[in-house]
């Protein structure tokens, strides 16, 4: 089982960025994923889960500003990040969201996100 993060970047607040994750080595359509973020020194923060149904749902830091979506023909899941804000600073990792503190959870590699004018 395999994620793999893209699209990180510098991005200004009040801009906006998408992030992809491309999963392998499982069946894609059949599994909850959803994204996760972390900054140094603080535990790995749920930020999104997108059911196999495609129904999302988000952290009430991020509710209104980001939206996630699947494409199991792809096999790619997607965070787009509008309105971004510094505190959105962060690495952010692709998971599979299972019981338990999001830490446990399998996850990519990540992406850095930064927001700084």
């Known amino acids: 089982e395999q994620l793999v993060e893209s699209g990180g970047d510098l991005v200004q607040p009040g801009g906006s960025l998408r992030l992809s994750c491309a999963g392998s080595g499982f069946t894609f359509s059949g599994r909850i994923l959803g994204w996760a973020r972390q900054v140094p020194g603080k535990e790995l923060e749920w930020v999104s889960t997108?059911?196999?149904?495609?129904?999302?749902s988000f952290a009430d830091s991020v509710k209104g500003r980001f939206t996630a979506s699947r494409d199991n023909a792809k096999k790619m899941i997607y965070l787009q990040m509008n309105s971004v804000e510094v505190e959105d600073t962060a690495m952010y990792y692709c998971?599979?969201?299972?019981?338990?503190?999001?830490?446990?959870?399998?996850r990519g590699q990540g992406t850095q996100v930064t927001v700084s004018s």
């Open positions: 997108i059911y196999t149904s495609g129904a999302t």
């Open positions: 998971v599979m969201p299972q019981r338990g503190r999001p830490a446990t959870w399998p």
